[in-house]
């Protein structure tokens, strides 16, 4: 398993830092207490002056829902290296046990017992892995109590219903938003444009195709891409390629200097890559945009995941949304 490390920087957890998860704890009933504990039990690395902490990920499924839950939630550690292990498909009190082996050791050997994000559905392997030396959250058991008392039904306690897509509406868009936009990427192929539930524009480099990927993959959206070039800035509109498609297009720029960073590593020493062309050109993109009166936004400070949502609800496509 590899880890994954988030920011870190070199002051200690504020108050605030705390307050900003309550919220989560509480309906995971997990105290704020068990957070100070993890707190004073972080690691610290004399040699890199970073605290550390190790935090185990673990799913009777693909573990994709724990790990984005705890991303989400020690992101607000910035001070802290997280060293995440991901143990998908745990499905036997054989293999929890080995877990649980694995969690005392580290707990040994770190001197602090790690964090562990769980989506296990099985109640017996959840007990196994919640009696190792950690601190245990459970992401499905507490959720699903609250869910079966306010609906007056029991839940079915099935594994990777959240993916079992094999069969299913949702994963067959998904599949087929994922090929549309593979096609319909950086305008290399204009056919069918008309099926697009956006078209991105925007200068070279700015984004726009691990947007478009990420709306693919997420939300079943069919988004294509399409570069604008200095050649529609002499001409000063849109290819008329777009044209018909006006309502659909959102536009995305970058600042010039990330700009130029990001070209730079593509085509190092070149007038491609040089500042006063990407300065140039973002500024002939978004006076476009804003003559074409095209929505648009910076990447250049901004997630795929955030810019993703704020094409979503420019472009009205929230009825789209499912989440995997």
């Not at 105290?31 to 935090?55: C, E, I, K």
């Not at 079966?148 to 039904?153: F, H, I, R």
Request: hydrophobic share 35%; with cysteine.
């Amino acid at each position: 398993m590899t880890g994954a490390n988030l920011r870190s920087l070199s002051k200690p957890a504020s108050t605030a830092d705390f307050r900003q998860v309550g919220d989560c704890c509480d309906i995971l009933n997990v105290n704020l207490a068990g957070l100070y504990r993890f707190h004073q039990h972080l690691h610290h690395d004399p040699m890199s002056n970073t605290l550390q902490r190790t935090v185990f990920v673990v799913s009777d499924s693909t573990g994709i829902t724990a790990a984005t839950f705890s991303n989400s939630v020690l992101s607000q550690f910035e001070q802290v290296e997280f060293d995440t292990v991901r143990v998908p498909y745990l499905d036997s009190v054989e293999k929890a046990e080995g877990v649980v082996k694995r969690i005392n050791r580290c707990a040994a050997d770190q001197n602090a017992p790690p964090l562990v994000f769980s989506t296990l559905v099985d109640p017996t392997i959840s007990e196994t892995i919640r009696g190792a030396d950690c601190i245990f959250f459970d992401l499905f058991g507490t959720f699903v109590q609250h869910i079966e008392e306010a609906l007056g039904v029991k839940s079915s306690h099935s594994v990777g219903r959240s993916h079992m897509g094999g069969l299913s509406k949702q994963y067959n868009a998904r599949i087929e938003a994922i090929n549309f936009t593979l096609a319909h990427d950086d305008g290399q192929y204009v056919r069918g444009l008309e099926e697009a539930d956006v078209i991105l524009v925007g200068v070279s480099r700015c984004g726009k195709t691990p947007t478009s990927l990420y709306l693919a993959m997420q939300y079943a959206v069919k988004a294509a891409n399409y570069p604008l070039i200095p050649e529609d800035f002499d001409r000063g509109g849109l290819p008329a390629t777009l044209l018909p498609f006006r309502k659909k297009l959102f536009g995305l720029s970058i600042h010039p200097d990330r700009l130029a960073e990001v070209r730079n590593e593509r085509r190092p020493n070149s007038q491609y890559a040089s500042l006063k062309q990407c300065r140039d050109e973002v500024a002939s993109a978004e006076r476009l945009m804003r003559m074409e009166n095209i929505p648009w936004l910076s990447t250049t400070t901004k997630s795929i995941e955030e810019i993703s949502t704020k094409v979503m609800a420019e472009i009205g496509l929230e009825r789209k949304q499912q989440f995997y």
